[in-house]
């Protein structure tokens, strides 16, 4: 670090200066005759103490300034990616990756640490930085969210080199090799494995319904593949709940075999029905964990009818539709209000785009059959349910949209949360808003920069009947700039899927209420939530609520919820895989209330479906970022190449600090101390 003053005036500034504080100094000490009885050293003493502080601070005020520059060294971090998924298990090598190779990438993090430093990553589902020795237990491999998670966190430092440490079996996320493409520095990739195709016959997908319906019928597509079993015969077989058993008999002809079997199943049991389908294990075969796979379809005994009707053509009506046409549990008719001739008793929700005044009898007609309107882009700001708005003829705002985080009658993810900060404004009206009692927002507005309380997506209740308004024009531009971002329209579909399941869902009068997923993944965090009622339905949290978990073996695990505001929350953590039943308890007012449900927990068996190193995917990995592939054997060889490599080295960043002198603190208090130190002799020798 060095520094080095500014000055803002000329130099001779700095000698008016001097002569300020010597002119101080001589008629203070040296006119006054009563100074010749002090002693001669403590006199001069005392003058060039005054002599310094009256440089000091007429010096201040000049304005001068500081700056510092501060030369920063940071070393190259090397980061050392392993594999954690099952998949580097099931080679024939397992034994030598636990135990020997283990100890040399240990080995390689000491040889490099000197120069380097090293930290190291382990990812599967998900990459995470970790010291501690990979377990190799991951049910799934994302290498593609490796590099993000890379990029993420580390792009603002040195980074030298990434060493990734895999078999190259990826079944989760994209190809990395696009997303590596745009690193700044090189990949080094280390080679883990059996590239042999082994003979094998596996099911290695289902295509099926996530839901059906009570009395429909539904297709599954088991699709089988073989390896090196060209000219043999197997038998696939799909057994469902009721232990009724369909087979298929496939002839295998050739060495690299796909093909894919249809059955056909009936939906005439409610709840969530498991399946499972098996192919023959044939002779010689080493992985026989993949002749067989589960899955599990949730039989719904109802579909809600939601009617869309709009008044003219829209953009945002398509959306709409798109939305609900993608979401099974819903049984969408789509109408403009002139062609609609039939009666609104059939539907769980209406959905009226466009709603004005020459819409207000059906309205009515949908309050007097307590059927939920959702009204989106009203062409006039009277009658809207929830809100008053004293709007200007034909004024309105661009207004962007801002969650209220007070909101509490359903939940959104925290990624929709996020999203809607950066969705684009919508058209509502200008004018003053007036939200009634007992109205919810979900969605403010935002105008320019200020937040206002404003809605721009509501809900309201009155006599059990709810409602809903969207005041804005431009919906369909949030659903573009989802795919714009994440080349879906997930977290679009979200929004709308959450706010007509609220709306057509009957409303829940019971006092104690438990909401839990009924099928998750074995590596999914399970969350529970419950709400506890009073006899007025105010939401309280005094009483405990408790839940005991059965598992199939019947083991019995006791939980007690957490209280949040004015609800409970339950963390189960991961579960292993099957069916598990719950009771939760809780008791209010002398009086005990009891809910029952279920959840199953699906098996993930994405690592055991293939077991084939792919080397080749490594290898352009590491060919077009700039680095190199080795084999496992080759970590000296790794520790030498990146010693040697050139383009690995310290980077050195200057930062500069410009402060005026007369905000150095430690300058007071010098001038304090010597103006005391003055002071002091002063009182001893002289009566001045």
Not at 607 to 627: D, F, I
């Amino acid at each position: 670090m060095f520094s080095k003053l500014i000055f803002n005036c000329p130099w001779y500034y700095v000698v008016i200066c001097l002569a300020v504080g010597l002119s101080f100094s001589l008629i203070l000490y040296f006119r006054n005759k009563k100074n010749k009885e002090i002693p001669t050293g403590v006199l001069y003493l005392m003058s060039a103490l005054r002599f310094v502080c009256g440089f000091i601070i007429s010096f201040l005020l000049l304005n001068i300034f500081l700056k510092q520059v501060k030369n920063d060294t940071q070393e190259p971090v090397i980061l050392l990616a392993i594999d954690n998924s099952k998949s580097m298990m099931a080679s024939a090598d397992s034994n030598f990756i636990k135990t020997d190779f283990l100890k040399n990438i240990n080995e390689l993090k000491g040889s490099i640490a000197s120069g380097f430093n090293v930290k190291t990553i382990l990812f599967g589902e998900r990459a995470k930085t970790s010291e501690e020795n990979p377990a190799f237990t991951e049910k799934e491999t994302d290498i593609d969210n490796l590099i993000t998670e890379v990029e993420n966190n580390y792009s603002n430092q040195n980074i030298g080199a990434l060493i990734v440490v895999s078999d190259g079996i990826y079944n989760k996320g994209s190809n990395p090799v696009y997303q590596a493409e745009k690193l700044q520095y090189p990949v080094y990739t280390v080679a883990t494995g059996d590239t042999n195709e082994i003979r094998d016959v596996s099911v290695r997908k289902i295509n099926h319904n996530q839901f059906a319906y009570l009395g429909n019928i539904f297709p599954a597509e088991v699709v089988i593949s073989a390896k090196k079993y060209s000219g043999k015969e197997v038998t696939v077989s799909l057994t469902d709940p009721k232990g009724k058993v369909q087979e298929q008999k496939i002839k295998i002809v050739s060495d690299n075999f796909l093909t894919q079997c249809t059955f056909t199943m009936n939906a005439d049991v409610a709840g969530v029905q498991r399946y499972k389908t098996n192919v023959t294990v044939l002779d010689d075969e080493k992985n026989v964990s993949n002749n067989s796979q589960s899955f599990v379809v949730e039989i719904i005994d109802n579909r809600s009818k939601i009617l869309l009707l709009a008044n003219y053509p829209h953009p945002d009506v398509s959306s709409i539709k798109d939305a609900l046409l993608n979401n099974t549990s819903y049984e969408l008719e789509y109408a403009l209000f002139n062609d609609f001739k039939k009666p609104v008793k059939p539907y769980s929700l209406v959905i009226v785009h466009g709603f004005s005044q020459n819409n207000s009898s059906l309205i009515n007609d949908c309050r007097n059959n307590n059927i939920p309107v959702w009204i989106i882009n009203p062409q006039t700001s009277e009658n809207l349910p929830g809100v008053k708005i004293s709007s200007s003829f034909n004024k309105q705002n661009d207004a962007e949209a801002t969650i209220n985080n007070s909101f509490g009658l359903f939940n959104i993810s925290d990624e929709l949360k996020k999203f809607v900060k950066d969705l684009p404004a919508v058209k509502t009206f200008f004018g003053n808003y007036s939200v009634n009692n007992g109205t919810h927002i979900l969605i403010n507005q935002k105008i320019g920069v200020v937040e206002t309380e404003n809605p721009v997506l509501l809900f309201t209740e009155s006599n059990g009947l709810k409602n809903s308004v969207f005041i804005g024009d431009g919906l369909w531009r949030w659903k573009m700039r989802d795919f714009a971002e994440h080349k879906n329209s997930n977290l679009f579909n979200e929004l709308i899927s959450k706010c007509v399941q609220y709306l057509s869902v009957k409303s829940d009068k019971s006092f104690f209420r438990i909401t839990s997923p009924k099928i998750v993944n074995e590596n999914e965090v399970i969350e529970l939530g419950a709400e506890v009622y009073n006899k007025t339905y105010e939401l309280i949290t005094e009483p405990d609520v408790t839940l005991m978990l059965t598992n199939t073996e019947k083991k019995q695990f006791n939980y007690t919820f957490s209280k949040t505001s004015n609800a409970y929350k339950l963390n189960l953590g991961f579960l292993p895989a099957g069916e598990y039943v719950y009771e939760a308890k809780v008791k209010t007012a002398n009086e005990l209330f009891v809910k029952k449900g279920s959840i199953l927990v699906k098996e993930v068996i994405a690592e055991r479906l293939n077991t084939v190193a792919n080397h080749q995917m490594l290898y352009q990995l590491s060919y077009r970022t700039g680095g190199k592939l080795f084999y496992a054997s080759e970590l000296k060889k790794l520790a030498d190449e990146i010693s040697k490599n050139q383009l690995i080295k310290p980077i050195t960043y200057s930062s500069n600090s410009t402060t005026s002198l007369i905000d150095l603190k430690w300058l007071f208090y010098l001038i304090l101390a010597l103006l005391s130190l003055e002071w002091f002799f002063r009182k001893r020798y002289s009566s001045i």
